[in-house]
């Protein structure tokens, strides 16, 4: 396997240290280590990894593959479900993914909650979803599916379409049942209802509430207005899109993407569309990867004006808000004027785009470029002046760099504390390498206020790339010339019968994409968003794992927000950036 950056060094050293209980695969898309490890050792490699010089110290993703109906299996040894582990290292701006096998009748592996707080989350539902038992788990309960759910969703002989399920019938019994699910006892928390001295108070804020950005609940254990303790109750949202990936083929998926995280649009399609692409070596043009960039910076301005405008009316001041979307209107009119849609474009494909720019595109551009300058200094002012939203954002909800990585804590969120890590600069795709910006970051410590002052900063760095490919949109083709992309010329079909059938084959089922597997992460809004793909060889997806952000952020809010007072709860909120479609996916 030839990897992208010099991981030589380390994989020498686990195979040295652990020769006996690992493997490396030696076929992926990945472009860094896989190892397949025995699970009585997955603990003692995590810690040595996170341990070592510039160390791994990010737990970036956990779940699992059901493996039971794979045709094409890169290992050969037995298993019917895998847990996969992926570790980042920030100084070293390196992963490693770490692969545990398990046998249908022994589906048990530590839990590493202890080795990374962050794992909770995730170990909750991949038991949710996979029925995988991680043992000695502290809270090992569903977290995305109600409680009275049956089966493991994301397992193989589990039906994706709902026309393949019983027909449901809903009855006083069931609505009582599900009614009862939802009602609140403490304990079921391990929240206390009283203390030696008081009796504490519980507050359900959400899954209905303004301020909780979305169908989003979050518990309160309340002593006054201090926060004693809080729980946040996530899944209000959830649609299945990784199971939906089963079964969709790999052009007809492109729209889901756009869906997981709302307000990013094109952003969202490309981790997926570049996972593809790296499985078949696909080459892009540079106009195809310049309108690419045009557009996802596009989607990042528009997403991050929403961000300002909505959480300074969080805090009391209702003018921006207006403005924000006075704003974000002019970016959806050159989105529409592009791709013929606003919010959803579903406007990249796998090789290229969906259409070339059309003419006067550059008008737009021009316009909102002289526009959008003088408003900046407006945003600014509602940040850096406003005495009140300043006394209520400094030094409010703050968490250091090392707080923030052991979280997996990524984008704004992550540089406020002084981390300079964009994937665009880190690791750059799409022809990122080529466009001038800066990264703003912060001083050491992310707080409310720091957070929403390098939002504003990044709108100012967006605004230069899309600047610069107005002055240097490449001149060429939008597609590229590949027979899973683009399909045979017209000319030809008429004369070849062969020809035809390709034609006709790629319009009906899509691409037949090689056995292989991938990952493809991308600097989104909200942080590192990416596409774990495993493709069997066939017209869809075996696995589609997708990364969001805004999960580990919402994972976090206890450890930052405990201690503090209620009003700081809402500057905090929404402080991270969230949408609930990126958590729940």
């Given amino acids: 396997m030839k990897y992208t950056r010099n991981y030589e060094y380390i994989v020498k050293k686990i195979q040295k240290k652990f020769s006996k209980y690992i493997k490396l695969q030696r076929k992926s898309a990945f472009n860094f280590p896989v190892f397949w490890v025995r699970k009585e050792k997955i603990k003692s490699i995590i810690l040595f990894l996170k341990s070592i010089d510039k160390p791994y110290n990010m737990l970036y993703d956990l779940h699992a593959i059901d493996e039971r109906f794979r045709r094409k299996k890169f290992d050969p040894s037995e298993k019917d479900f895998t847990v996969f582990y992926h570790l980042l290292s920030i100084d070293r701006n390196d992963d490693i993914l770490l692969k545990v096998a398990l046998i249908e009748e022994d589906l048990n592996v530590p839990t590493i909650t202890k080795i990374f707080k962050n794992a909770n989350w995730y170990e909750r539902e991949t038991w949710e979803m996979f029925g995988i038992f991680f043992e000695n788990h502290p809270n090992l309960t569903r977290i995305l599916m109600p409680k009275s759910w049956v089966g493991h969703p994301l397992r193989k002989d589990y039906s994706a379409k709902a026309t393949e399920q019983k027909s449901f019938f809903m009855n ?94 094109c952003i969202n399609e490309m981790p997926y569309i570049l996972a593809i692409e790296k499985i078949e070596n696909i080459l892009i043009t540079e106009r195809a990867k310049t309108i690419r960039v045009l557009l996802s910076e596009l989607f990042r301005i528009n997403s991050h004006l929403l961000y300002i405008g909505t959480y300074i009316q969080d805090l009391g001041c209702m003018s921006p808000i207006f403005l924000t979307f006075f704003d974000r209107k002019k970016i959806y009119d050159i989105i529409e004027f592009i791709t013929g849609a606003r919010m959803h474009p579903a406007w990249f494909r796998i090789g290229g785009i969906a259409n070339d720019l059309p003419n006067g595109w550059e008008n737009l551009i021009k316009s909102f470029l002289s526009w959008i300058p003088k408003r900046l200094k407006i945003y600014r002012h509602f940040i850096s002046e406003n005495k009140i939203l300043v006394d209520r954002t400094k030094k409010v909800a703050s968490y250091d760099s090392q707080q923030a990585i052991e979280w997996g804590v990524t984008g704004s969120s992550l540089r406020a504390t002084g981390i300079d890590f964009d994937i665009r600069k880190k690791r750059p795709y799409s022809g990122y390498e080529n466009f001038d910006f800066e990264i703003p970051i912060g001083n050491g410590i992310s707080d409310c206020y720091t957070r929403a002052k390098i939002k504003l900063e990044e709108i100012h760095e967006s605004c230069k790339i899309v600047q610069q490919c107005l002055e240097n949109m490449p001149k060429g083709e939008i597609k590229s010339d590949h027979y899973l992309t683009t399909p045979p010329k017209r000319d030809h079909t008429l004369y070849s019968i062969e020809t035809l059938i390709t034609h006709f084959l790629h319009s009906s089922w899509g691409p037949i994409i090689s056995e292989n597997e991938s990952l493809q992460m991308v600097e989104a809004t909200k942080g590192i968003n990416s596409y774990y793909i495993i493709s069997d060889g066939g017209i869809c997806s075996y696995r589609t794992r997708i990364r969001t952000p805004s999960f580990p952020h919402l994972q976090q809010i206890p450890s930052v927000i405990n201690g503090s007072v209620l009003q700081d709860l809402i500057a905090y909120l929404g402080s991270i950036d969230f949408v609930m479609s990126d958590v729940d996916r």
């Avoid at 359900?204 to 979050?218: K, T, W």
């Avoid at 649609?239 to 089963?246: D, S």
């Fill in 172 to 265: 006083s019994i069931k609505e009582r049942k599900y009614m009862q699910d939802l009602e609140f006892d403490p304990s079921d928390w391990n929240m206390k209802k009283n203390s030696k001295k008081e009796e504490f108070m519980f507050l359900n804020l959400g899954p209905n509430h303004p301020s909780v950005h979305g169908v989003f609940r979050i518990i309160l254990q309340l002593k006054g207005e201090e926060i004693i303790n809080c729980a946040p109750d996530i899944g209000y949202h959830h649609r299945g899109a990784e199971k939906i990936g089963e079964i969709q083929s790999w052009h007809s998926y492109i729209p889901y993407t756009d869906r997981i995280e709302y307000l990013g649009g």
